[in-house]
């Protein structure tokens, strides 16, 4: 019922910045929460951040607590992860996601989009 397109991955160095996009289409009248998981090879995927489509309140997994910061864009079916001070831990392929009304959970993914942290 609601698509979503994240992108904005690459390779950059540690300490670097980067800026993920995430674009909703479809049911988004539905959509309650939207947030960003992330999947290390060999690893469990992890929350990272999330945000209310309707409150703006922010969420954030400690491991990357103010070094990123998730936002709204104009539209209000798009969100953003502007990640900062990069570190190695961090690459792993970074997939948006969104919580609708009735789910109780996240069940709408994107496609992933990777990110890549040298040292």
């Known amino acids: 019922q609601v698509h979503l397109e994240d992108s904005g991955g690459g390779l950059v160095q540690a300490g670097g910045s980067l800026r993920l996009s995430c674009a909703a289409s479809g049911r988004t009248f539905d959509i309650y929460t939207m947030g960003w998981f992330r999947q290390a090879p060999g690893k469990e995927r992890e929350f990272v951040a999330s945000?209310?489509?309707?409150?703006?309140?922010?969420t954030y997994a400690d491991s990357v607590k103010g070094r990123f910061t998730i936002s709204r864009g104009n539209a209000k079916d798009t969100v953003y992860l502007q990640m900062n001070s990069l570190k190695p831990e961090d690459t792993a392929v970074y997939y948006c996601?969104?919580?609708?009304?009735?789910?109780?959970?996240?069940?709408?993914w994107g496609q992933g989009t990777q990110v890549t942290v040298s040292s």
């Open positions: 996601a969104a919580y609708a009304y009735g789910d109780g959970e996240y069940r709408n």
């Open positions: 945000i209310t489509s309707h409150g703006d309140s922010a």
